[in-house]
Every structure is written in C-alpha cells, then in structure tokens.
C-alpha cells in the first residue's frame, strides 16, 4: 500500500514538537522555561517581497506598525526584497546586553518586570545575547522619524520660547536615574508662562495625567497630535477647537518633575516623534 502523504504530513506536525524538546536544554534557574525562538506566541518572522510597503506587511500581519518598526530600527524608504523583519505580537523586542539584568531591562522601559517574564517565560535572568520581548507602546526610530519628518519643517510652531533642557531620546530618567526613553522635548521656561498651540486643532484632553501632572492633547486630525505637560493651569476645555498661537496653558511643574518646565510631545498616528523635525 503506497503511503499517504496527508497522513504522513499530519504525523509529522504531531511528532515534530516532541522530537524538538528532546534536543532542548532543561529548563533551570537563571534561563528560560524554552528558547526564546520556540516561543512562538512571542514573534515570527517575515521575507519582504517585491512592492512590500511597511503599514502593508503590518495589517496583513496584524502587527500595529509601531511594534513593526521598532522591533526591526528600519527605514521605510529603503525597505528591500529579501529582507528579514521580525513580527512581534504583543511588544518590541530587546536584545540582552552583557551584565543586563531583567530589572535593569524593566526599569530601562519603565515596565513592571512580572509582565517581562510572563511575555517571554521566564523563570531566571536572561542571558546576554538573547532577545526578549518588551510589552510596551514603542517609540519610532529616528530613521523612521527622519523618513516622517521630510519636508514637514514648518508643520508646528514653537509652544513656547526657552532653551531645551532635556531632548527626544535616551537620557537618564532624572527621577528614577535610569536608563528611558524621552519622548519629547523640554523647554526650560519659568513657571506660568504662556503655552501655545503648536498648530490648530481640538483639544481631546486637558486635565490631570498621570506623570505629565496637567496635561493638554490636542489633535489636529491629520494623524497628529501634540502634547503640553507639567502645566500649572488649563485655560481650555475638552472639546474645544483652538488655533494655531492660541494659549491653551501655563508652564508648571506638575506630575514627574523636577523643576519647571514644558514637555511637548508630537506624535504620529499615536507614536512618538522628535519635534525638532516639525519645527522651524
């Protein structure tokens, strides 16, 4: 009797996780229950193809395109057949550094570190070279930021006038004095001074946020959105419509804050972007 070859496929799926765990490590403390790599809940990989756009490999994977594009620090414009993207699934990934311990990755994106071992499996400390996913809302990589920023220089004016004291980036958290990421600027201006909207939209909210103490969002229905935090006192109300200049705040030192200042934030389609390459 030939065999069948559907049978024979059918064997093989059932047989092939168990032939695979006989060639695994046991699981021990200070490592993972399983290799990252046969995580298969975590990500998966893809080969970009001829006409592969970004935002389409993202909705047809089901990926939002943020997690895509940090996981992969890719620029858009120079996306090429043939070229290997990670999917991630619930985050972004990390690759472990030597001496990284799973608090200092934790503290690094501000991340409970339970969440990182639950998305991974881990019941040790991760070793050096590893990749680990990082269950956070991303930051877009200054390539990408670059690639969105073209030729929008003049998108927003300036909130307010004052020397930048911390940029958009890596710094040290200067609360926690950790390694994070800034996801804005900060102006150094006295407290009570005049905010401004950077363009015209409507205000989707204005009120107390967490580590942004008084916060103002306004969006400016284009996939944009801009945010003014640490303020000592609202002079607009949610759902209002505001123009570009108009005051919509003073300069405090609300929420997470060391002094006072203004933090602006611009973000793209809910993700973060350095203002400087919107500003003239």
Known sequence: MSENPLL????????????????????????????????QATWSTYTVQAGDTLSGIAQQAGVPLDYLIASND??????????QLVLPTGGVLHTVKLGQTLADIAKSYEVAEAAIRLANRLTGEPTAGMRILIPVPPVVPQATALALGKGEAT????????????????RIHPIYRVSSFHSGVDLAIPEGTHVHAAASGRVVTAGWEGGYGLLVVVDHEDGY????????????????????????????????????HLHFEVRCDGVAVDPLLFLP
């Open 155 to 170: 998108r927003f004016s300036w909130p307010a006038r004052g020397p930048i004291s911390s940029p958009f980036g890596p």
């Open 8 to 39: 024979a496929a059918a064997l093989a799926l059932l047989l092939f996780p168990l032939l695979l765990a006989s060639f695994l490590p046991p699981a021990s403390v200070g490592g993972p229950v399983l290799p990252i790599a046969a995580t």
């Open 225 to 260: 959105a801009t945010y003014y935090g640490h303020l000592s006192q609202l002079l607009v109300s949610v759902g209002q419509f505001v123009e570009i200049g108009q005051v919509v705040a003073r300069s405090g030192n609300t929420g997470l804050s060391t002094g006072p």
């Open 74 to 83: 890719v620029d858009p414009s120079r996306l090429r057949p043939g070229q």
